[in-house]
């Protein structure tokens, strides 16, 4: 018997999913509401759980291909003056052997390619409501499709419409960190920052960052804390990016004006928090779960790593699905919800709130090359 999913969201949950379904045998369909693959992003770290799942789908050796190595990190004042660097060597030590470096991109490209094929991806397609009973899940999608199936899987992301259909309206969840933050592709390296390295200006605050792995890789993020995200994000990132970086002369004018808001990244900084993952035939994953966010830098790793799981549970369950998903959430939760914590916790270290924290988030920056220092902060940022 062929068992069938229907995935909702081509990201990096969704596409992680389809890979670990279709190699236990199941028949996964993907429904992507975008027109073509979303390849864009920021830089990632991946490591940990993620790191280990993905060796054993196989997809190591080409995420390995596009991993870079260690950048060095660079940190400048507002005015592009040169204040510490923490050397790619230092780095390396702190990811450890068993991380990388990747563009966003570099992990959702890397899955698509191991699903190219195998797994139909509809794109241009939405999903318009869910019924479930005892046998099956049945998915109605915006063109009048309908799809039954023995698993629904909403890898739909932090403002997931399955997660709006079957558990409930997105406010019951969203845990805002009164922070929002932007990110975009970039088609030149600024003058001033460097290739192979991350170039970060940090305010009271406020970061940006530059971040460059290569020739062609290069990317931007701006992250700050408001106190209305909802009312920040109505001003569009245009608005948004030149009020709140007007102190900031290096390079972010030119990359504010430049920039063409449908191509960027601009949402609140939010986690989901809910006390159940599934209901019934249908499970969510990825940042449609839990949403660490980017101040716990785990979310592609927890993506993979909870996609691979989540077939360790069906394949020994295939005939109780609801079993399979209690099982999977009950071996996952204790360690999103870790990662949720630390995400909370590192808010302060990311954007600064207040000169006494800058100083605490630079001391261990400026000494990470001490090989105490880089145990202590593996141990603190959770980076194994
Ligand atoms: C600036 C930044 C830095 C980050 N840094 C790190 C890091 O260092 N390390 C790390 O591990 N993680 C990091 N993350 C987080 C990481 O990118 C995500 O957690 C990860 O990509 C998992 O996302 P996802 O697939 O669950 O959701 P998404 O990437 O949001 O994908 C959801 C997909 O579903 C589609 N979709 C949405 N709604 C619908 C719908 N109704 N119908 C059909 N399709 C739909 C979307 O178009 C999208 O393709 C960072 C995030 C940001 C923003």
């Known amino acids: 018997m062929t068992y069938r999913a229907v995935i909702v969201g081509a990201g990096i949950a969704g596409l992680a999913a389809a890979l670990r379904l279709y190699r236990i045998g199941w028949e996964p369909v993907v429904i992507e509401r975008a027109p073509a693959r979303r390849s864009g992003g920021y830089a990632v770290a991946f490591f940990g759980r993620g790191y280990d799942a993905a060796e054993r789908m196989g997809v190591l050796p080409a995420l390995r291909d596009r991993h870079f190595g260690a950048v060095d990190m660079i940190y400048k004042k507002a005015d592009g003056r040169h204040r510490f660097t923490v050397p790619h060597r230092a780095v390396q030590a702190l990811l450890g052997d068993r991380g990388l470096t990747l563009m966003r991109g570099d992990v959702e490209e890397a899955l698509y390619e191991a699903v190219e094929g195998k797994v139909a991806i509809r794109f241009g397609t939405t999903l318009t409501a869910v019924k479930q009973n005892q046998d099956s899940v049945c998915v109605e999608l915006d063109d009048g499709t309908v799809l039954d199936a023995d698993l629904l899987v909403g890898a739909d992301g932090l403002h997931s419409t399955v997660r709006k259909l079957v558990f409930g309206p997105e406010e019951g969840f969203r845990r805002d960190l009164g922070h929002v933050v932007a990110a975009m592709r970039l088609d030149h390296l600024p003058d001033g920052a460097r290739e192979r390295a991350f170039t970060t200006v940090t305010r009271v605050g406020h970061i940006f960052m530059i971040a460059n792995l290569g020739p062609g890789r290069t990317a931007a993020f701006f ?85 691979e799981l989540l077939g360790t549970a069906l394949l020994r369950h295939p005939d109780d699905v609801p079993a399979a998903l209690r099982e999977w959430e009950a071996e996952l939760r204790p360690e999103a919800e870790e990662r949720q914590a630390m995400g909370r916790r590192n808010t302060g270290s990311h954007a600064p709130a207040n000169r006494l924290d800058l100083l605490k988030r630079d001391l261990p920056l400026r000494l990470a090359a001490l090989p105490p220092v880089t145990r202590w902060m593996r141990k603190h940022l959770r980076l194994h």
């Open 223 to 307: 992250t700050y804390g408001v106190v209305d995200p909802a009312a920040e994000l109505a001003k569009g990132p245009r608005r948004a990016l030149t009020e709140a970086y007007r102190d900031v002369t290096w390079a972010a004018p030119d990359l504010i004006r430049g920039m063409s808001a449908d191509s960027v990244y601009f949402d609140s900084v939010s986690q989901i928090v809910a006390d159940r993952w599934s209901d019934g035939r249908v499970v969510l994953l990825g940042d449609a779960a839990w949403c660490v966010t980017l101040f716990a830098g785990y979310g592609s790793s927890l993506a993979v790593g909870g996609a």
